[in-house]
């Protein structure tokens, strides 16, 4: 037909008549989902094909427009003869142009295999399988196909339920991700677990090597080794305590207790609380009981172990038996007491030949006179070195004894001060002393150690001539002090100063000495139930003092 022949009545006339059978179909297909009609003409390859629904029915109808299901039939060939509105929805395509077209073409190509198989089987039996439907605008939607043959007039048509599973997919593809992160979490989890269990496996190693090691170590050690708890509680001996003792100490604490010997037993515990307390290194010298019954002096001493922040983990200790070496002090001690008392008569007698020379009538030439008083000024050191050895072996001994009286500290003082500004001329000495200060004690010993401070005031400020005496009333003690503005000590010299022979070692201020003097004066001091110290810094000059009670 050559449609640019027509005329523009002719054509409106075309378009009316198109628009009529359009409104013709549209009410057909309204009124046969709405159950007014119960037939349909389709158009054929042979011709036109009326079908007729059985089971019109108009309430059966409304209810499988209303459905949440796609519902759709379709005759042998395929074609489309009814579907509601969800399946239009479903296929996002307008109803009217669902009606009367193949439903294969709402399957997407790689899925028509699959209808087609379903469609094949669904002739002949009830199924229902999970298939792809072409939504035109959108993704794809899963769908549950379920197919049921209907009987119609015309012959058998098959009705189609369509169950969207977009929801139940998400769900399951939700699911799945779920189950993939949780298998995931799960072999981390195990990952985790057996690299756990390995070091675990590896640290309970270590530590039996270690605790083995330790055991073997501490058993072969010539000393005897033990640990303490933070608290002092003790749990671990050494093989070496059971040799020794004859016992298992860890398993007798009472007769653990008298193995000290009763004269140290006092201060050992002493000593031992204070450092648990304290944290700080144990050590002390005492006796203990072997199994044969002697004693044996040992030296003990315990280090804390302690963590990153600081606490106490254990305490390690060891004793180690110096009995050789005690032995051997006894006869050096001995040897000393014998031979300084030995040298002082010599030294006495030749001192008083020396001054019978300086003081006799006939005049001396000044050079042998300054001999002379360079021989009685060494020979006074001479001495004071020997009464020094006397002392400490007096000591010793346990034999370092005097008479107590009533002492004026202040009377004792200045007369220290004295002597002092004769012996050392060059040299400043400041006497602030208090008066009325009165102690029990002994005034030879007592004069020894304010001018054993005074000489070493002297001896350690090379470079300072300046020395302050004081002596002050606190609470129902004196305190006597002697300071200086020497070479000062450091922290551990303070610590270890007033030890028997104990000397620091800088060459550059090292003067003569033999570490005797503090250690005296010490012994001196403690015997008069006072206490004796230092305030020092090194560089700083030292103030050392006593403190006495007050008679
Ligand atoms: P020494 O005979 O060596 O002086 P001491 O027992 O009197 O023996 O002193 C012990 C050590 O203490 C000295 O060697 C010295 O190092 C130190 N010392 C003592 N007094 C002072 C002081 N006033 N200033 C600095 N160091 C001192």
Redesign the pocket.
Known sequence: MERTKLTYDELLNEVDELRYQLEEANDAIDAIRTGQVDALVIQGEEGHQLYTLKTADQTYRMFIEKMNEGAVTINESGLILYANSRFAGMVNIPLEKVIGFPFETFIPAEQQNKYNQLIKSAWKEECKEEIELLSFQHENVSCLLSCNTLELDEGLALSLILTDLTIQKDAERQLKVRNTQLAEAQAATERLNDELEETVKIRTADLLISREHFKLLANNMPQMTWTNLPDGTPNFYNQRWEEYAGFNLLDNNDRRKILIHPDDFELTTEKFNASIQSGEVFEVENRYRRADGTYRWHLNRALPFKDDAGNILFWMGTATDIEEQKRAMEKKDEFIGIASHELKTPITSLKGYLQLISHKKETLPDVVKQYIDKAIISLNKLQRLID?LLDVSKIQAGRLEYAMHLVDITELVRQCTENARHVYPNYNFENTAETGLVVIGNEERLEQVVM??I???V???PDDNNVLISAVKRDEQVRVS?T?N????SPE?KER??ERF???E?KK?M???????????KEIINHHLGKIG?D?ALGK??S?YFELPLA
Do not use: E, H, P
């Open positions: 020094d054993n401070l000489n070493n005031a001896k350690y400020s002697v200086d020497g070479i000062g000590l010299q100063i007033f104990y000397r620091v800088d201020y003067s003569s000495g033999l570490g005797m003097g503090l250690y005296i004066s230092v020092s000059g030292s050392f």
